[in-house]
């Protein structure tokens, strides 16, 4: 079955790196996301990445996916207090089933 | 482009009342989803629409239903309301079957006293 875990807390100093960690147990996922949520609002599609892939990037954002160890990580290169919110980690089968969401990260940035 | 629009942001009810919230997708997208957001559960898939046709259920009970318009608007509706049912209830849109983009509204928080 579908299982998506993360750790529920994140807390960096503002100009650090970020890395959000995400494990699922599902091998066959074939699309995996990233979704930002600050408070009050909805889900905000960050990036996602296929698992024909290893590794993708886009401005301050690095996604690494490790098939073999079924993790997916999240860089957020120099973390801005902007950057705080819950960050959630979720797959999808084929990609056009429903998202499987994990409990999401809470990433706190001291400025 | 306008975003994913939710109606309304913000609904209180009683146990026992049923209660009808209204998602617009983003223009030209035909596939709309719906999820329940509890601190307890997190994000849990409810249904997804595509064509005015159900593609996908999770595992909620009857009281939950929901529909889609010709128009690509989609309504759900909770019947008989439990206190269990408060949570913040998104709405998310995609082109369509296959497409991996799906696009997350606002919003609605249902709050049952």
Known sequence: GEDVEQSLFL?????????????????????????????????????YIFSNMDMKQDQRLTVLLNKKDKHLSLRIADTQTGDS????????????????????????VIA | KAGVTQTPRYLIKTRGQQVTLSCSPISGHRSVSWYQQTPGQGLQ????????????KGNFPGRFS??????????????????????????AS????????????????????
């Open chain 2, 45 to 56: 898939f409810l249904f997804e629409y595509f064509s005015e046709t159900q593609r996908n």
């Open chain 1, 85 to 108: 919110a819950i960050y959630f980690c979720a797959e999808s089968l084929e990609g056009n089933t429903p998202l499987v969401f994990g409990k999401g990260t809470r990433l706190s």
């Open chain 2, 66 to 91: 929901g529909r889609q318009f010709s128009n690509s608007r989609s309504e759900m509706n909770v019947s008989t309301l439990e206190l269990g049912d408060s949570a913040l209830y998104l709405c």
């Open chain 2, 94 to 113: 995609s082109a369509g079957l296959g497409n991996y983009e799906q696009y997350f509204g606002p919003g609605t928080r249902l709050t049952v006293t």
């Open chain 1, 11 to 47: 807390s960096v100093r503002e100009g650090d790196s970020s890395v959000i960690n995400c494990t699922y147990t599902d091998s066959s996922s074939t699309y995996l996301y990233w979704y930002k949520q600050e408070p009050g609002a909805g889900l905000q599609l960050l990036t």
